[in-house]
């Protein structure tokens, strides 16, 4: 069954404080049909998809998700213009494209944030990019305010700097970027101060603070979101990528990633993307296999107390509540640029596992 229809019905259900057995009563069907639309392994018969939808109080369009199926095609059709004018050095034609959609679905921050990346880079001539850093600053500022996303959060704050250095305001940095380094800074020139025990957890937690902001920072030297038609510049952004995941191991044992595990699916996965894009496809294909790795092992842990040498002792708190990880790599693993080796054992066996994890934990 389309994931789309099973999810959808997941959420209504919940959001309506049910149980799978009282949706059942109501239908006067078995809970285990219920259980089985829920996890994608059978349809709802079409006769009761209106007394479902009644129920509910949505239409049938609703149920089956069709507008969230024509927002991820009209999204991933931009996303493939957009990238084609990066390659091609059309960054000005971006912003036309990005703002129709937008203006169609302004909750998207992702797409919020690539508008005002599109007006950084757009430099005309002189007037016209101060006037459109201006308009940049204030995107990537509405994205901080209105995101809980992290990662968007950082690479806002990013672009941000950047709009001050050009536009003749270095000094004005922005604050939010800057405070986790001043605390670091401070933490790393007390730690000598502490006593004993104290001191040892202090450093080890600077080693960690460090190295994570060392594999963000290679992160952004390669920005993967920009790919130009040299295939040697895509050879190297993979290289960096690898070097970031490769700090990360160096830090954390095999079984002690905790968190991390989507730090390292994230890496993986986009360096699987500049493999197909460079036709290196065993090597994407490895990489696709140590995104679902990780991916799935970020699904499933509730974090812990780390044991590896450098870091021991150090409580990672995390619980994947929300355990996304997974599926949103599953539905990159759709993309068009994966065609190639779509019917490829190793691939297949890659989505399999992918879909059995999220069907089987009904994510």
């Known amino acids: 069954m389309d994931n789309h229809i099973s999810r959808n019905l997941r959420k209504l259900r919940k959001e309506r404080g049910m149980t799978q057995d009282e949706l059942a009563k109501k239908l006067g069907i078995s809970y285990q049909s219920v259980s089985k639309w829920e996890q994608g392994k059978s349809n709802p018969d079409l006769a009761m998809l209106p007394e479902i939808a009644v129920l509910f109080d949505v239409t049938i369009d609703e149920i089956y998700g069709m ?51 599109s007006y950084f880079l757009a430099h005309v001539d002189e007037a016209e990019t101060i006037e459109y850093l201006g ?136 360096s699987a993307a500049i493999y197909m894009y460079d036709s290196r496809f065993e090597e994407a294909l490895t990489a696709i296999e140590k995104a679902v790795e990780h991916a799935i092992a970020y699904d499933t842990t509730n974090g812990g107390v780390h044991s590896s040498l450098l870091v021991q002792g150090i409580n990672d708190d995390f619980c994947s509540a929300n355990k996304t990880c997974a599926r949103l790599l599953a539905n990159k693993l759709k993309q068009e640029r994966y065609d190639r080796v779509r019917n490829n054992t190793n691939f297949r066996d890659a989505v399999n596992k992918l879909d059995r994890f999220i069907n089987e934990n009904q994510l």
Not at 74 to 93: A, S, T
Not at 155 to 173: F, I, K, P, Q, T
Request: proline share 2%; net charge negative; charged share 30%.
């Open 135 to 270: 308009v940049a600053s204030d995107l990537f500022n509405k994205v901080i305010l209105l995101t809980d996303n992290e990662k968007l959060k950082e690479d806002c704050r990013y672009y941000l700097n950047l709009c001050s250095y050009y536009s003749g305001e270095s000094a004005a940095v922005h604050e939010d970027s800057i405070d986790s380094s001043r605390e670091l800074i401070k933490n790393i020139l007390l730690a000598d101060e502490t006593m004993d025990s104290d001191r040892d957890m202090s450093m080890k937690k600077n080693i960690e603070s460090l190295t994570m902001f060392l594999a963000r920072q290679i992160w952004k030297l390669a920005d993967p979101d920009c790919l130009y038609p040299a295939t040697s510049v895509a050879a190297q952004k993979a290289a960096y990528l690898m070097k970031a995941a490769d700090l990360l191991k160096w830090l954390y044992d095999e079984n002690d990633f905790f968190s991390v595990h989507k730090e390292l699916s994230d890496l993986y996965r986009v």
């Open 67 to 117: 507008d969230d199926i024509k927002r991820h095609q009209r999204i991933d059709k931009l996303n493939k213009q957009i990238k084609e004018n990066y390659q091609q050095h059309r960054v000005n034609n971006n912003i036309p494209l990005i703002q129709e959609v937008l203006d169609e679905y302004p909750d998207s921050y992702e797409l919020m944030f690539e508008l005002g990346r």
